[in-house]
């Protein structure tokens, strides 16, 4: 959906690397030398705020871009990706029976390009006792007037509880 995006976030690593670049990237974003692990952080932040909304935002894909957002999101992002943490023995769905008992609002943007909606209404079908929200005109970011709003009256609801 985002080929452009895709080319300079793959482009940045050297054709060498590319054949695992989930593997390069977590190299350089593990470096402690801020010039290695900075320019990769700000690559990845880059694609993900490109690929984050609706419709093209370059606010969104700058705020991705900034040092510190862009640091934080992409060793968390790529720790976990490269760990497979959302698998087996912590797949949320095999375990879900844990946590069915407590109160839930599950917000989902129908143009999700970086979580695509199949998983959450995978976790909606699988919690019936979650609310679940679609948000007819938003992709991922919670920066977006949709996914924020949603967000807000989810979390005043649970303040409520």
């Known amino acids: 959906m985002f080929p452009e995006a895709w080319r300079a976030f793959s482009g940045f690593l050297p054709e060498a690397e ?3 670049i989930l593997a390069a990237y ?6 402690p030398d801020p010039h ?13 705020g490109a690929c984050s909304t609706l419709l093209p935002n370059p606010e969104t894909v700058a705020a991705f871009g900034e040092d510190r957002l862009a ?3 992409a060793r968390i992002e790529a720790h976990f990706f490269s760990r497979h943490l959302f698998a087996g023995e912590c797949d949320l769905i095999a375990r879900i029976g844990r946590i069915r008992h407590l109160p839930a609002v599950i917000v989902q943007g129908r143009y999700d390009m970086v979580c ?4 959450a209404d995978e976790l909606a079908r699988a919690w019936p006792e979650a609310s679940y929200v679609i948000v007819p005109d938003a992709g991922h970011s919670a920066m977006e007037p949709g996914i924020r709003e949603q967000l807000i009256l989810a979390t005043e609801r649970m303040k409520h509880l």
């Open 18 to 20: 590319r054949s695992d």
């Open 26 to 31: 977590y190299r350089r974003l593990s470096d």
């Open 36 to 48: 290695i692990h900075m320019p990769a952080a700000r690559a990845w932040g880059i694609y993900e």
């Open 71 to 73: 640091l934080g999101l």
């Open 116 to 119: 695509p909606i199949g998983s």
